[in-house]
């Protein structure tokens, strides 16, 4: 087990092209029930790769059954849209993406790194 992986802990699930952000419900040896939250923010809670597109949120969150090599940490929402990343708590694909995803729709698309 990840020594990140505690439950209560904010996380992002990698899913089909892209990431999805919850909350880490159980961990079971390299199992994880997540329970994903629709919105991050003010903001949709995924973050789409590529070419792919956003799936329409779910006003309810869903509880995901997952290894926990697909788990990653997820920054606290007072982190959202840092101009400055080095003060993220988790410099992660997932959470840069979701800072840059932030800072362009607030039209302030450049940071520090």
């Given at each position: ?18 990431f999805t ?93």
């Amino acid at each position: 087990m990840d020594a990140f992986l505690v439950p209560g802990d904010l996380c992002w699930v990698s899913t089909s092209g892209g990431f999805t952000a919850g909350v880490i419900q159980s961990v079971d040896g390299d199992k994880v029930k997540v329970k994903t939250c629709p919105t991050v923010g003010k903001s949709s809670a995924a973050v789409v790769l590529g070419g792919g597109k956003a799936s329409s949120a779910s006003a309810e969150p869903d509880v995901l059954d997952c290894a926990a090599s697909t788990v990653q940490p997820r920054n606290p929402e007072l982190l959202d849209g840092m101009a400055d990343m080095i003060n993220l708590s988790h410099m992660n694909e997932p959470s840069i993406l979701h800072n840059l995803k932030l800072r362009f729709q607030q039209d302030d698309i450049y940071t520090f790194t």
